[in-house]
């Protein structure tokens, strides 16, 4: 099982996680999003306000998965 994520410090601090694991600097993650470093800094420190679609293509960068529960699949 997971990690659960509640707000976006958590978010913030799982991709900060999975980024130093990988070795990978804010400065090469935010070139292969096409986001700036800036930007990288503000989603690992949990700014709330962050854009979603650019946060979670970060994720998905670093192997970050999402998944809804069966019992809550809204799209059969």
């Avoid at 601090?13 to 470093?37: F, P, W």
């Amino acid at each position: 099982m997971g990690k659960k994520i509640e707000n976006a410090e958590t978010f913030g601090k799982v991709i900060k996680e999975y980024r130093k694991r990988q070795k990978i600097t804010q400065s090469q993650l935010a070139a292969v999003t096409n986001t700036g470093v800036r930007f990288i800094s503000d989603l690992e420190n949990g700014k709330p306000t962050i854009q979603l679609d650019k946060a979670l293509k970060a994720a998905g960068m670093l192997g970050i998965t999402f998944e809804i529960p069966a019992k809550e699949d809204i799209y059969d």
